[in-house]
């Protein structure tokens, strides 16, 4: 049993709004300014449109049963805002894969953070991402994980009294285009 804090950024100010990323670590002592680095870090690739505001407060929870267990607070960081002054696909954008090497239910645990909406500024002729862009985003991603290395995990829900968590090892973006939908599509 290990306690995880909760920690979203919420997402605002374009069409299909709000959005939020959620975020578990073992200790917030560095973890919301660590994510607003990385937030700022990739705010060139996002629409202008687009504001970011990491929370300085959350809840704790327990990973086995995902019970609330406290609370945790930190010193508020100013939002986020996109730079990218140019058009986009409101649910169109890219994806980060954040590896483990922890296996939950009989799979190796895996967790995922959706960066949409996503300027077009970084799409390439073919329908990939742009190469720059791509390294740009693989950079501030391999920079999150380090600063957070003892600290950001992936939680496995489970059911019941099942659940666990993994220690984030490193993180990968595939070079092709994600789209989020929702139920109300």
Do not use: K, M, Y
């Given at each position: 049993m290990t306690q995880l804090d909760r920690v979203r950024s919420i997402w605002t100010g374009f069409p299909g709004g709000p959005g939020v990323t959620t975020m578990y670590f073992l200790d917030t002592a560095t973890a919301v300014e660590s994510l607003h680095?990385?937030?700022?870090?990739?705010?060139?690739?996002?629409?202008?449109?687009?504001?970011?505001?990491?929370?300085?407060?959350?809840?704790?929870i327990e990973d086995t049963t995902g019970d609330l267990v406290g609370a945790w607070s930190a010193a508020s960081v100013t939002s986020v805002a996109g730079t990218a002054d140019d058009s986009y696909a409101a649910p169109a954008g890219?994806?980060?894969?954040?590896?483990?090497?922890?296996?939950?239910?009989?799979?190796?645990?895996?967790g995922r953070t959706?960066?949409?909406?996503?300027?077009?500024?970084?799409?390439?002729?073919?329908?990939?991402?742009?190469?720059?862009?791509?390294?740009?985003?693989?950079?501030?991603?391999?920079?999150?994980?380090?600063?957070?290395?003892a600290s950001l995990v992936v939680w496995h829900r489970g059911s019941g009294s099942d659940g666990s968590n993994g220690l984030v090892t490193s993180s990968f973006v595939p070079d092709k285009i994600a789209v989020l939908r929702s139920r109300r599509d």
């Open positions: 680095s990385f937030w700022s870090a990739l705010a060139g690739r996002l629409p202008i449109d687009v504001d970011i505001q990491v929370e300085n407060a959350g809840d704790t890219c994806v980060i894969d954040w590896l483990t090497e922890t296996i939950a239910n009989h799979r190796r645990l895996r959706f960066l949409v909406p996503f300027s077009s500024l970084n799409l390439s002729g073919d329908g990939t991402i742009d190469t720059t862009a791509l390294g740009i985003i693989r950079d501030a991603a391999s920079v999150f994980q380090a600063e957070q290395s």
